[in-house]
């Protein structure tokens, strides 16, 4: 058997390391999948409505950008700074529902009260190959520089799909809540880590 | 360096998980046999989902050229992404396809290892258009199926030992191959008259 599994590996400055298995694609990632499949004229959606992180629904769907190419999830190579997209982090602990939209209680960009420094997100190259593996890794840092320790319970993956016509949106496309939550100290960094792999 | 907490660690399970199945109708539209397996995801649907979500690695198409994920200029007919639906009559570069050779699959197959092709003659089937369905959700699933028929006029019995999902990206009209699956021998007997019925279940499970 075959299939497509993810790991979430998160590792603290202070050495500490917390891996789980990524159970949560939820229904937007298989809107996405859907709207890729289809050989849709560009720019008309295929009528698969996804939710935005605002709950507004979007069409899945092809699109062409003229002279310039785009990418569907375009893109998860967030800058930093950036907590509305890429890897994000959060509070809740919730439980995962297939129509969840948005982290139950995102943790925002900021050195204030509750909020964590989001860093600039990296990746591995794909076909990371070991034996009948090929894998990926998405790779991104947060910093507690905030007055207090903040607890990590919820790691999502929020993609961008881009139409140039009925425009660009923030697409949750995963959510796994933490069966042991991280605990990040004041002047703490952890590098949060997804791996996707398939098995032949 | 502390170890990995095990307290984290649970059962592994899929986070997407694709299957298929076949069944072979007679001339009078009687099912007359019917297989189902998990699916085998290969390098290009991998690397195609890393270029999606960032990445610009290189794949493979069905003639063993490196293709690179992002770099796909998406034109009028083709846009980006994995078009593998919504084709017609008769195509066997985009879609579900059928083949002979049940070679066990590699990780880096990149096509099927012998594919019927379409046609009324020797070892031909008659693909007709690929189909599929809109997203359904059924708590704790959300899936969606692609499917196609395929006709054996060819007057002769094809014995079905693989299949797979051809798609077809953007401007640079290359077709690649997302997976491959193989029927152990002696496979699935379409003979002629008769007809296949094919269909890739795609679900995500909380």
């Known amino acids: ?200 | 360096m502390i170890p990995v907490n095990e307290e984290t660690k649970k059962t592994h399970r899929p986070c997407l998980q694709v299957a298929w199945n076949v069944q072979v109708f007679d001339k009078d539209n009687k099912l007359t046999e019917e297989k189902s397996g998990q699916n085998s995801l290969l390098v290009a649907f991998a690397t195609k989902m890393a270029g999606f979500l960032c990445d610009n690695s290189s794949y493979k198409d069905i003639t063993n050229t490196n293709r690179n994920a992002l770099q796909m200029y998406p034109n009028a007919s083709f846009p980006n992404g994995i078009p593998c639906t919504g084709y017609g009559y008769g195509v066997t570069t985009m879609g579900i396809v059928l083949g002979t050779n049940n070679t066990a699959v590699t990780a880096d197959d990149y096509k099927l290892n012998t594919i019927i092709p379409n046609g009324i003659v020797g070892t031909q089937l008659i693909y007709l258009a690929g189909g599929g369905t809109a997203v359904v959700t059924a708590a704790p699933v959300s899936s969606f199926i692609i499917d196609r028929v395929m006709l054996n006029h060819s007057g002769g019995t094809i014995t079905v030992k693989e299949l797979g999902i051809y798609s077809l990206d953007g401007g640079a009209s290359a077709t690649i191959c997302l997976c491959r699956d193989i029927i152990a021998d002696p496979g699935v007997d379409i003979d002629d008259g008769e007809y296949m019925y094919v269909k890739y279940t795609i679900s995500v499970t909380t």
């Not at chain 1, 204030?112 to 034996?131: F, L, P, T």
């Not at chain 1, 990590?152 to 929020?158: A, D, K, M, S, T």
């Open chain 1, 1 to 200: 058997m075959t299939k497509l599994t993810g790991i979430i590996r998160i590792t603290k400055s202070t050495g500490e390391i917390y891996e789980y298995p990524m159970h949560s694609f939820v229904q937007n990632f298989a809107y996405m999948l859907n709207g890729l499949c289809n050989k849709s004229l560009p720019n008309a959606g295929v009528g698969t409505p996804m939710k935005d992180t605002a709950n507004v629904s979007r069409l899945a769907g092809a699109y062409n950008a003229g002279a310039t190419w785009y990418n569907w999830f375009y893109t998860a190579a967030a800058a930093i700074g950036i907590d509305t997209y890429g890897m994000v982090v959060g509070t809740g602990v919730t439980p995962v529902a297939l129509t969840d939209y948005k982290l139950d209680v995102p943790i925002a960009q900021g050195v204030g009260a509750g909020q964590m420094k989001y860093s600039a997100a990296s990746y591995q190259v794909g076909k990371i190959s070991s034996g009948a593996n090929r894998s990926f890794k998405l790779i991104r840092w947060f910093t507690n520089d905030s007055p207090g320790a903040i607890t990590v319970n919820e790691v999502g993956f929020i993609a961008r799909p881009y139409n140039h016509l009925i425009g660009q949106f923030n697409i949750l496309i995963c959510r796994d809540v933490l069966a042991v939550p991280v605990v990040v100290g004041v002047g703490e960094l952890i590098t949060v880590e997804m791996s996707f792999q398939i098995t032949a």
